[in-house]
Nanobody, 124 residues
């Protein structure tokens, strides 16, 4: 049973930083990708970034490139999302998820397991 637990969300002023963590357990496939998504109230879930467990290749949506960094610690089975220069439009619930097979995808339907989410609020 795969379990994902996010932490690190909170309230921050515009321009500030937060680091989200996603601790994974029960994940056997080293070929999988870990993704971060976010969902603002009244909006669809949006892909943010992804990383491969094996090689550490990273992928980002254009709106966060240069501000967010996804990384992993294989020994701790944990993926991080370092978010700098935060903007009010980054306000959302942030979720980590696992894609078990195939090339990394920005489609939430490609991800099999999801965490419970952590809330990020950026004030102006």
């Amino acid at each position: 049973q795969v379990q994902l637990v996010e932490s690190g969300g909170g309230l921050v002023q515009a321009g500030g930083s937060l680091r989200l963590s996603c601790a994974a357990s029960g994940l056997a496939s080293s070929n999988s990708y870990m993704g971060w998504f976010r969902q603002a109230p009244g909006k669809e879930r949006e892909y943010v970034a992804a990383i491969s467990w094996r090689g550490g290749t990273t992928y980002y949506v254009d709106s966060v490139k240069g501000r967010f960094t996804i990384s992993r610690n294989n020994a701790k089975n944990t993926v991080y999302l370092q978010m700098n220069s935060l903007k009010p439009e980054d306000t959302a619930d942030y979720y980590c998820a696992v894609q078990l097979f195939g090339a990394p995808s920005g489609n939430p339907a490609s991800y099999k397991y999801w965490g419970q989410g952590t809330q990020v609020t950026v004030s102006s």
